[in-house]
C-alpha cells in the first residue's frame, strides 16, 4: 500500500479521529485500550511516550499494542491477534521506528511526495493497492497515479495492506516479471 506521509493518514490510521477505527471497531478497542481516556487525543505521542519509557516492560508493552494494532488491521482475514513477530526485541525496535516517524511528519513537508514528483515521472512503476487496504487507503495510491503518468496501478479487489495476501501476491509477481519481460532480462 501507498503511504505519502500526510499528516492526514497519520490521523486516519492512528488517532481516535481518524477512519480506520470504524472499520475495525474491535480491534481500534485493544489499540485504545492501553493508552488511558484522559490522553487518547494525541494516540501517537501517548504511545511514543511509553515506548520512550525508562522502563523496558513499559516499552515492550507500548510497542507490542501498537504493533498488534497494525498487524490486525494489515488484512483482511486473519486469526484473531495475528502478529509479525515474536521476538519483543523486534516489535520495539519496528514499532519505536513508526512511531518516531509519526510524531515527525515522517520529516516530509505537506504533500513533498506528491510535489517531488518529477523526480520519477520519467520512470515506468507498477502500483499494487488492495482495494480493503485500511492501514493505507486506496486513495493514497490514486493521488500518486495522478501525479506519475509512467505509474500504472493495479487494485487487487480483495486485498487489504499485506504484500502476503494472496492476491497481492500474485499481482506483484506479475508486476516482476512483466518488468523483467519488458527489460529483457533472462532469469536463469
Not at 97 to 123: K, M, S, V
Request: charged share 30%; glycine share 6%.
Amino acid at each position: 500500500g501507498v503511504f505519502l506521509g500526510r499528516e492526514i493518514e497519520n490521523r486516519w490510521f492512528a488517532e481516535a479521529n481518524g477512519g480506520a477505527r470504524w472499520i475495525f471497531p474491535e480491534r481500534w478497542d485493544r489499540y485504545e485500550a492501553y493508552i488511558p481516556e484522559d490522553e487518547r487525543n494525541d494516540m501517537i505521542a501517548a504511545y511514543w511516550t511509553r515506548m520512550d519509557s525508562a522502563d523496558e516492560a513499559t516499552r515492550i508493552a507500548a510497542a507490542q499494542a501498537w504493533l498488534g494494532w497494525e498487524d490486525n488491521a494489515a488484512t483482511l482475514q486473519h486469526e484473531v491477534d495475528a502478529v509479525s513477530t515474536d521476538d519483543p526485541l523486534d516489535t520495539l525496535a519496528k514499532a519505536r521506528i513508526e512511531a518516531h516517524y509519526f510524531r515527525n511528519g515522517i520529516f516530509l513537508e505537506p504533500d513533498q511526495l506528491l510535489r517531488d514528483i518529477d523526480r520519477i515521472r520519467h520512470l515506468p512503476g507498477v502500483i499494487v493497492q488492495g482495494r480493503y487496504d485500511v492501514v493505507c487507503p486506496l486513495a493514497n495510491a490514486w493521488d500518486l497515479t495522478k501525479v506519475w503518468p509512467k505509474a500504472k496501478l493495479e487494485i487487487t479487489p480483495a486485498s487489504g495492506h499485506s504484500a502476503f495476501e494472496a492476491e497481492n501476491v500474485d499481482a506483484l509477481v506479475r508486476a516482476f516479471a512483466d518488468g523483467v519481460t519488458e527489460l529483457g532480462i533472462r532469469l536463469a
